[in-house]
């Protein structure tokens, strides 16, 4: 079992940044991919990045390539979504998730945050 818990959310305005972390605890919690998505109100979870476990290549969805960053600390046991130059359509709540499949498909993933609030305003 691997338990995941989000923070770094809040209220921002448009142009700012926000750093979120999820710390990762429970049986080999470092060996899986990680990914995040996001959920905004009236429409479905969507993809936002993803990390594989292997080889830390990155991929991210076409709405944040060149603003958001996905990264984890050496240990594998915390990740983060570096979130630069934020728009008010990035207003969700953001998951993040682990393994045990490197996807852009949330099905792929069997744990789960919490999620943790980003509001952007314009």
């Known amino acids: 079992q691997v338990q995941l818990v989000e923070s770094g959310g809040g209220l921002v305005q448009a142009g700012g940044s926000l750093r979120l972390s999820c710390a990762a605890s429970?049986?080999?919690?470092?060996?899986?991919?990680i990914g995040w998505f996001r959920q905004a109100p009236g429409k479905d979870r969507e993809f936002v990045a993803f990390?594989?476990?292997?080889?830390?290549?990155?991929f991210y969805a076409d709405s944040v390539k060149g603003r958001f960053t996905i990264s984890r600390d050496n240990a594998k046991i915390t990740m983060y979504l570096q979130m630069n130059s934020l728009k008010p359509e990035d207003t969700a709540v953001y998951y993040c998730?682990?393994?045990?499949?490197?996807?852009?498909?949330?099905?792929?993933?069997?744990?789960w945050g919490q999620g943790t609030q980003v509001t952007v305003s314009s």
């Open positions: 429970g049986r080999t919690s470092s060996r899986y991919p």
């Open positions: 998730a682990a393994g045990p499949r490197s996807s852009f498909d949330a099905d792929d993933y069997a744990y």
């Open positions: 990390m594989a476990w292997s080889t830390s290549s990155t």
